[in-house]
């Protein structure tokens, strides 16, 4: 069965300090992948997606993350963060073919603090 | 804009209680699901369906059943709720894989239902 794997549950960083949030999965065809984040009281949105192409993609609010195929894996970065990117991460994973859902990761909680 | 909207933001139910949670699109998007939330776990998959009438089975199903009778609307049942069926819960809904071409299929996400059973 495919899954997702975020290897952090809870990181606490300094403002201005640089953020990678590791996320590898398990299926080996082609995929679909996302960063979706949770901001205290908010809906789910999402941040960022790779379907194909570069595999250095840019998000929203400065994110960026990076498909590395041999590894599995699409961390999420950025290289300063702020305050208020306090809040919950997950990567998701689809397979390229057909209606198949999202499998998500057990997501990452990030405190910023001042 | 897609919206998707739940029919409350917090529900308060007694064990036993049959309930039902509503979920509703507005982008004509032909596939829906249902998610639980809890601290840890991250994002179940409950049901989801890819049209009208149609459903399948997620993840964790038990306890659950689903209705779509209208595109836009995917409801959620809890038969008997339990104690532990206290969660959050979250519908999102996404174009079909053929009408999305090669884009990603990005999923949308309603504001979530906390419900809280007693």
């Known amino acids: 069965a495919q899954s997702v794997s975020q290897h952090n549950h809870h990181v606490i960083l300094s403002e201005a300090a640089s953020l990678e949030l590791g996320c590898n999965y398990s299926y080996g065809g082609t995929v679909n992948l996302f960063w979706y984040v949770q901001y205290p009281g908010q809906h789910l949105q999402l941040l960022l997606k790779y379907f194909s192409g570069d595999p250095l993609v840019k998000g929203i609010k400065g994110f960026e993350a990076e498909f590395i195929k041999s590894k599995f894996s699409f961390n999420l970065r950025k290289p300063s963060v702020q305050w208020s990117d306090t809040a919950e991460y997950f990567c998701a994973v689809m397979r390229n073919s057909g209606n198949t859902p999202l499998v998500f990761g057990k997501g990452t909680r990030l405190s910023v603090i001042a | 804009d897609v919206k998707v909207t739940q029919s409350s933001r917090y529900l308060v139910k007694r064990t036993g209680e049959k309930v039902f949670l509503e979920c509703v699109q507005d982008?004509?998007?032909?596939?829906m699901f249902w998610y639980r939330q809890d601290p840890g776990l991250g994002l179940r998959l409950i049901y989801f369906s890819y049209d009208v009438k149609m459903k399948e089975k997620g993840d964790i199903p038990e306890g659950y059943s689903v209705s779509r009778e209208k595109k836009e609307r995917f409801s959620l049942i809890l038969e008997s709720a339990s104690t532990n069926q206290t969660s959050m819960y979250l519908c999102?809904?996404?174009?079909?894989?053929?009408?999305?071409?090669?884009?990603?299929?990005?999923?949308?996400f309603g504001p979530g239902t906390r419900l809280t059973v007693l």
């Open positions: 999102a809904s996404s174009l079909r894989s053929i009408r999305r071409g090669l884009a990603g299929a990005e999923q949308f």
């Open positions: 982008m004509d998007h032909e596939n």
